[in-house]
T-cell receptor, first 109, second 114 residues
Framework: GQNIDQPTEMTATEGAIVQINCTYQ??????LFWYQQHAGEAPTFLSY??LDGLEEKGRFSSFLSRSKGYSYLLLKELQMKDSASYLC??????????WGAGTKLIIKP | DAGITQSPRHKVTETGTPVTLRCHQT?????MYWYRQDPGHGLRLIHY???????DKGEVSDGYSVSRSKTEDFLLTLESATSSQTSVYFC?????????????FGPGTRLTVL
């Protein structure tokens, strides 16, 4: 079967750095997305990786290792507004998105 | 922000009644999707459409049907609602089915089946 694993919840301090991991086992791989979802709102796009390595976009970076079936989202200089759920999703061989259950990130002052 | 609206935003209904949720887009995107989101689960695809009158089943399609008679509208119908269909339903759109095309999500519909 297809499986995406993420930690259920993480806590970090304002101004710090946090890394949210995602491991996957899917039928094929055509890219990996990270989305942010604030409570009660729609998911919004953060990043897309299809090649190995690190993609940096402001305070957020996303890393992919296809051989290890692993990705992480790195958030720097954490702000209170970063409190949200972070969703990892893999594009499988049928070009369907397979979603992880999400990681709830709690930022403390 | 992508122009996607969903209606209704909240609905409470009783077991056995039919329910239709509407997704409307103003982006002229070809692909439209219906997902449900439940605690402890990732977003799960119910049905999707790749053009007018062109639809296909997703992972959790049992008990749901869809229709797309116009590019801008994608309807999700629960023929006879059950309590297990209590969920938050999200519509999403994408320009194409290519892997790199991000999906844009509507605001969601919270459905409660009593």
């Amino acid at each position: 079967g297809q499986n995406i694993d993420q930690p259920t919840e993480m806590t970090a301090t304002e101004g710090a750095i946090v890394q949210i991991n995602c491991t996957y086992q899917t039928s094929g791989f055509n890219g990996l997305f990270w989305y942010q979802q604030h409570a009660g709102e729609a998911p919004t796009f953060l990043s897309y990786n299809v090649l190995d390595g690190l993609e940096e976009k402001g305070r957020f970076s996303s890393f992919l290792s296809r051989s290890k079936g692993y990705s992480y989202l790195l958030l720097k200089e954490l702000q209170m507004k970063d409190s949200a759920s972070y969703l990892c999703a893999v594009v499988d061989s049928n070009y369907q998105l397979i979603w992880g259950a999400g990681t709830k990130l709690i930022i403390k002052p | 922000d992508a122009g996607i609206t969903q209606s209704p935003r909240h609905k409470v209904t009783e077991t056995g009644t039919p329910v239709t949720l509407r997704c409307h887009q103003t982006e002229n995107h070809r692909y439209m999707y219906w997902y449900r989101q439940d605690p402890g689960h990732g977003l799960r695809l119910i049905h999707y459409s790749y053009g007018v009158k062109d639809t296909d089943k997703g992972e959790v399609s049992d008990g749901y049907s869809v229709s797309r008679s116009k590019t801008e509208d994608f309807l999700l119908t629960l023929e006879s609602a059950t309590s297990s269909q209590t969920s938050v339903y999200f519509c999403a759109i994408s320009e194409s089915g290519d892997s790199y095309n991000e999906q844009f999500f509507g605001p969601g519909t919270r459905l409660t089946v009593l």
